[in-house]
């Protein structure tokens, strides 16, 4: 594992690795996720100089501290505080990161990137590829939001996403959407709607995900067949 991170690192391999990260998350595989936490964390300390190893780490370890619901040390929740507050133009490996750390920081502290991240974009001021990373950012936030019991922040994000019109507002953005909606007003309806339409299309993955939500809240899978 250590020599294929090695490559991907060396090769910067965003994507691939967070491809990688996405599969092993999906699967709920911790053992693949500590596997490549271990290994890029042993990467970063032998190159304290390149901050995009540190950040591989980071996603890795967040990716782990995700099926757990558990928040990062303080020292990390800074170091990664610091990193977004001094973003004056967001970019792809931005939100990337964001992405895959939101869940392990303190949501409270990522309200001033949220406003700058939709005002770039409805802005046009983003690539393609950026501009595609938005919504599930977005959703993401929302998720550390919800997990988290920050209800006012849940709401205003919820009304941002009502107001902004995402270009990539496709089927597995209103799901997710649906389904985080579901659990923040306790609506089993829709709950219902987004597990069923998932399991009806055989959208594994996502029902994964959706599962383990539901027993983390006691949802029982029965009530919603």
Not at 14 to 32: C, F, G, H, P
Not at 82 to 93: A, N, P, S, T, V
Not at 161 to 176: M, P, S
Request: glycine content about 0%.
């Amino acid at each position: 594992m250590i020599i294929l991170m090695r490559y991907l690192v060396k090769k910067n391999s965003l994507s691939v690795i967070k491809s990688k990260l996405e599969q092993a998350y999906y699967k709920q595989d911790k053992t693949t996720l500590q596997q490549i936490s271990d290994s890029t964390q042993a990467i970063s300390a032998n190159h304290l100089d390149n901050i995009s190893l540190r950040h591989c780490f980071l996603m890795a370890q967040s990716t782990l501290y995700h099926l757990d619901f558990k928040l990062a040390t303080m020292p990390v929740q800074t170091e990664l505080k610091d990193y977004f507050f001094c973003i004056d133009h967001w970019q792809y490996y931005d939100l990337c990161l964001l992405f895959f750390v939101a869940n392990m920081i303190n949501v409270e502290n990522m309200k001033p990137y949220i406003n700058d991240i939709i005002d770039q974009y409805l802005q046009q001021d983003m690539s393609d590829t950026t501009s595609h990373m938005v919504a599930p950012v977005i959703i993401a936030i929302l998720e550390a939001a919800i997990m988290q019991n920050k209800s006012a922040m849940t709401n205003k994000l919820l009304e941002k996403i009502d107001l902004v019109k995402f270009h990539d507002q496709d089927f597995e953005f209103q799901t997710y959407l649906l389904f985080w909606q579901g659990i923040s007003e306790k609506n089993m309806k829709k709950i219902h709607d987004a597990y069923h339409i998932t399991k009806c299309l055989h959208i594994t993955h996502t029902l994964n995900i959706f599962n383990h939500i539901l027993e983390y809240y006691h949802i029982k899978k029965h009530d919603l067949l």
